[in-house]
């Protein structure tokens, strides 16, 4: 018997502000006369409602263009993880195949793009009494222990983000071995599809001039008054308030330091997480990388022709 053939699927990453939303739109508007296609967001402050500008979401125009999905799937107390991200990810994929259109990812959320490509193992349940001693350390602190006990991991997680920081700690020390190891065994991989994937690699200069201009337009766009409508109705401590943009922006508001500060520590922080975003995905597979931004009409034409060469291969 004949395998059947794999359905197409594109996966579009890189690092904070390199484009990969227009070069999405762009690939799914040029594929229209052949048939539709729909973007799947792959970012792990967009899967929360109400959070609008710190997270850059396409815009309304943009999705009334081409359909997106995995936007908005929690409220910002609600938690959300890589493997509950996959589902909804799966689900969406699995009901864009089903009508004959084509599904793109488009992320910059590296581990949520593997845990929907690759699969992830079996996580160890939560251990509040280590959670707790771990609470006491601060994010420089538990970034030291990890980096000491899982290194990989410690470079995908920046030194203040807390709470990646206690469950990546909680699953090595309860399983006995690095997290990242522990992701090798028992991972339930996507079947049924060839996938192209798609990495934008800017000039490093571009790249940088092009964080520090979104980063400062999320404050003058109206990031304090997202934030503090956010802080009034979930309180100081809910989690996706920690994330960039919306940390400094917390810290503006209880006047810790003044605007001008924010923005600048807001835009050092982008840079630092394209940084870590572009090592992560170069150690990625079979990645083709563009030389540019998606918008670049010389890396909308090479995307189109790998696109096309994959859907008819």
């Known amino acids: 018997m004949t395998a059947s053939p794999k359905y197409p699927l594109i996966a579009i990453a890189g690092p904070t502000a390199s484009g990969k939303t227009a070069l999405a739109i762009a690939i799914a508007e040029a594929l229209r006369p052949h048939g539709e296609a729909e973007i799947v967001s792959c970012d792990s402050v967009a899967v929360y409602r109400l959070m609008e500008i710190g997270t ?4 309304l125009a943009e999705r009334a263009r081409v359909p997106h999905h995995c936007l908005d799937l929690y409220w910002p107390d609600e938690p959300c993880t890589a493997g509950d991200w996959a589902r909804h990810a799966r689900t969406a994929i699995a009901d ?22 690759d699969g992830l193992a079996p996580a160890p349940p939560r251990d509040e009494a280590l959670r707790d001693r771990l609470r006491s350390r601060t994010g420089p602190h538990l970034h030291r222990i990890l980096q000491r006990l899982d290194p990989t991991a410690a470079r995908a997680i920046h030194a203040n983000d807390i709470p990646k920081l206690i469950r990546s700690l909680e699953v090595t020390l309860t399983g006995r071995t690095p997290q990242t190891e522990q992701w090798q065994i028992g991972r339930d991989a996507l079947t049924g599809y ?7 690699a800017p000039d490093r200069g571009l790249l940088y001039d092009r964080i520090n201009t979104r980063a400062a337009a999320m404050f003058s766009l109206g990031l304090l008054d997202e934030t503090a409508m956010l802080r009034d109705r979930y ?24 605007l001008a500060d924010a923005i600048s520590a807001a835009q050092q922080g982008h840079r630092n997480y394209a940084k870590r975003q572009l090592t992560w995905f170069r150690r990625e597979p079979d990645m083709h990388w563009l030389k540019g931004c998606g918008g670049d009409a010389e890396i909308v034409t090479e995307a189109g022709r790998l696109v096309t060469k994959w859907i008819a291969a």
């Open 56 to 59: 850059a979401k396409p815009s």
């Open 96 to 117: 864009i195949r089903s009508r004959g259109r084509l599904p793109i990812i488009a992320g910059g959320t590296g581990l949520y793009l593997r845990a929907l490509l």
């Open 194 to 200: 060839s996938v192209l994937r798609l990495g934008l």
């Open 235 to 258: 309180g100081d401590q809910c989690r996706p308030l920690g994330s960039l943009g919306y940390a400094q922006a917390m810290q503006v508001l209880r006047s810790e330091i003044p």
